[in-house]
C-alpha cells in the first residue's frame, strides 16, 4: 500500500513547516518512551543474574537478544514503512513491545526472559529507531539535519531517565513488577502517540520545495557505500557497547554499587543527548561523513580515559565526557544515507546501517562480558572497544576521500 503523496500546493507549508515540528515533537515523545525497552535491562542486569544464578557472559546474552531483535525490527519495519507509511507498523510494534515486556516479568529462567526480551521486547522497540529517523527525514529539507539529530535523540533520553526511575521501583517491587508496570505503561502512552502520526510522508513534494536537497553523487554504487556504512557502523558501536552496556556492572566491581552506576549510565546519556542535537546542526552545515569523523574520533579518546580513571568522581566526568563524544554517530549514518542515496528507499537503507550498529551493540555487550570473564578485569574490554573505534575511523575517512575525488573533480 503506497503512501498518499501531499499535493505540490501545500508542500511550501508541509516541509520544514509547522505540521512537521509537531511531527518531531511527538517522535521524540515516543522515542523516549518506547526505548525503555533497550534500557531497562542493562538496569536489571545485576539482579537477573543473582536472581538466575548465571555468569556475567551469560547474564548479557538478553540484552545481546534484545539488540539482534532491534536490529531485525530496524529492517523489517524499515521495509514496512517504506510501502505503508509508519504509523501501522509503529502500532504493531507498541503493541508487540508492551507484550515482552509483560512476559518478560514472569520468566522462569534466564533462557525465558532473553527470548522475551529478543522477540519481543526488541522487535518491538526497533519502529521508536531507524524507521523513526528515516520517516522524521522526509518532512525537513533545510533543517534535516537537526531533525534527524531530534528524533534519534528520543533513544538517548530514555536512557537518562529510565536508568534513574527503575532503580527505586526496583528497591520497591523488585524488578518483576517493574517489567510489569513498564509493558502496561507502554500500550498505554504509545499506541494514541502513534495513531498522531498517521499522515504519509511527503516524499515527492519534499525534492521540489525551496531548499530541497538532490542526492549527491558519489564514485560507488548504493551496495558498495551500504556495506561500507555497515563496517563502520558495526565498528562504531562495538566500541561504543563497553561503556553503555557495563558501565552499572563495573560500578558494582569497584564497590560503588547499583544506584552511582546506573547514575553514570544516566549522565553519559543525558551527555548524548546534547552531543546529538550539536551533531544536527553541525551536519546541516559540514555534512554528516565529516560530523561522523569528529564523533568517532571524540569517543575514541574518551574509551581510552576510562583505563586509568577509576575513581568515582573521575568514572563520573568520564563518563560525561564519552556521551558528548560519542552521541552524534549514529544519526549521522540516516544524514549520510539521506545525502547519497534515493529518497525511496530511506526507510530500508537506513534500517540496513542501524542493523549493523545494533549487531554491533549486541556484540559488543557480549564480547565485553566474556573478556571480563576470561581476565577478571574490564581493562582489556575498553582496549578491545578502542580497536574497533579504528575501524570505524577508516571506513569514515574511506568514504570522505571518495566524495573529496568528487568535489575536486567538478571544481
Not at 508487540?96 to 526488541?122: E, H, N, P, W, Y
Not at 529510565?162 to 520497591?172: G, S, Y
Not at 505503561?185 to 516524499?203: H, I, K, N, Q, S
Request: proline share 5%; aromatic share 10%; glycine share 12%.
Amino acid at each position: 500500500m503506497n503512501q498518499h503523496p501531499v499535493r505540490p500546493v501545500d508542500a511550501a507549508s508541509v516541509i520544514d513547516g509547522r505540521k512537521a515540528w509537531i511531527r518531531l515533537a511527538i517522535s521524540v515523545a515516543l522515542g523516549t518512551i518506547g526505548a525503555v525497552g533497550m534500557w531497562a535491562v542493562v538496569v536489571v542486569l545485576p539482579a537477573v543474574q543473582a536472581e538466575f544464578g548465571v555468569d556475567r557472559a551469560d547474564a548479557s546474552l538478553p540484552y545481546t537478544a534484545t539488540m539482534i531483535g532491534f536490529a531485525a525490527g530496524n529492517v523489517l519495519v524499515g521495509r514496512a514503512v517504506d510501502r505503508m507509511g509508519y504509523w501501522l507498523p509503529a502500532l504493531l510494534s507498541a503493541l508487540t513491545l508492551g507484550a515482552g515486556m509483560v512476559l518478560a516479568s514472569f520468566a522462569g529462567s534466564i533462557l525465558q526472559f532473553t527470548l522475551a526480551q529478543g522477540i519481543l521486547v526488541g522487535f518491538g522497540t526497533a519502529a521508536i529507531f531507524g524507521p523513526l529517523v528515516a520517516d522524521i527525514s522526509h518532512w525537513f529539507n533545510r533543517r534535516r539535519g537537526v531533525a534527524v539529530a531530534f528524533a534519534a535523540c528520543g533513544n538517548y533520553l530514555a536512557g537518562a531517565l529510565w536508568p534513574v526511575v527503575i532503580p527505586p521501583l526496583m528497591h520497591a517491587e523488585g524488578w518483576r513488577t517493574t517489567y510489569l508496570g513498564i509493558g502496561i505503561f507502554c500500550v498505554v502512552t504509545l499506541v494514541p502517540l502513534t495513531l498522531m502520526l498517521r499522515e504519509g510522508a511527503p516524499r515527492e513534494a519534499a525534492a521540489n520545495t525551496p531548499g530541497g536537497r538532490r542526492v549527491q553523487p558519489i564514485p560507488l554504487s548504493p551496495a558498495t557505500l551500504q556495506g561500507l556504512l555497515i563496517v563502520a557502523g558495526f565498528g562504531c558501536c562495538m566500541a561504543m557497547a563497553m561503556p553503555q552496556v557495563h558501565i552499572v556492572a563495573y560500578c558494582m566491581d569497584l564497590g560503588y554499587g547499583v544506584a552511582r552506576g546506573a547514575e553514570m549510565l544516566s549522565i553519559m546519556l543525558a551527555g548524548g543527548v546534547v552531543s546529538r542535537i550539536a551533531s544536527g546542526f553541525v551536519a546541516d552545515r559540514i555534512g554528516g561523513v565529516k560530523t561522523l569523523l569528529i564523533g568517532s574520533a571524540l569517543q575514541c579518546l574518551a574509551l581510552l580515559f576510562y583505563i586509568p580513571f577509576d575513581g568515582l568522581a573521575s568514572l563520573y566526568i568520564v563518563s560525561l565526557v564519552f556521551g558528548l563524544s560519542q552521541g552524534g554517530i549514529v544519526p549521522c549514518y540516516a544524514i549520510i544515507v539521506r545525502e547519497y542515496m534515493p529518497a525511496a528507499e530511506a526507510g530500508q537503507r537506513v534500517g540496513l546501517v542501524m542493523m549493523a550498529t545494533i549487531f554491533g551493540m549486541a556484540a559488543g555487550g557480549w564480547m565485553s562480558g566474556w573478556i571480563y570473564d576470561l581476565y577478571g578485569s574490564y581493562s582489556a574490554a575498553f582496549l578491545n572497544g578502542i580497536a574497533w573505534n579504528l575501524v570505524n575511523l577508516a571506513a569514515m575517512l574511506l568514504l570522505l576521500w571518495l566524495v573529496g575525488r568528487v568535489k575536486a573533480a567538478t571544481v
